[in-house]
């Protein structure tokens, strides 16, 4: 997915993206994670796509815990963008 059309799709979802720049340097790195092959990560990422309304805050309040503040739909962004890469990674 190139950039325009990735800021496109986060922008016409969300009210408050996050940066342009920073969008896409996520998803760069969420493929780059991908493509390494890491297993445990990418098992992370396919149980963190399916995280509920309440998973979710819990890790929030995780991430808080540990020094990164994040607005609701802050985790909800980075976790479209791990979707997102993972359906591009995807040949067909």
């Given amino acids: ?3 325009e059309k990735l800021l496109k ?3 016409s979802i969300y ?7 920073k969008i896409f340097e996520v998803f760069q790195n969420f ?4 493509r ?4 445990e990560t990418i098992s992370f990422f ?3 796509i399916r995280f509920d309304k309440k998973q979710r805050m819990k ?3 995780h991430l808080a815990s ?4 994040l607005r609701p739909n802050e985790l909800d962004q980075y976790i479209l963008l791990i979707i997102l890469a993972m359906l591009d990674m995807v040949e067909v």
């Avoid at 009210?15 to 720049?21: A, F, G, L, V």
């Avoid at 493929?31 to 991908?34: G, H, L, S």
């Avoid at 390494?36 to 297993?39: A, L």
């Fill in 1 to 3: 997915m190139d950039k």
């Fill in 9 to 11: 799709t986060v922008k």
């Fill in 15 to 21: 009210d408050w993206p996050i940066e342009d720049d």
């Fill in 31 to 34: 493929k780059e994670i991908m």
């Fill in 36 to 39: 390494s092959g890491d297993k």
């Fill in 46 to 48: 396919e149980t963190m």
């Fill in 59 to 61: 890790y929030r309040n």
């Fill in 66 to 69: 540990i020094g990164y503040e």
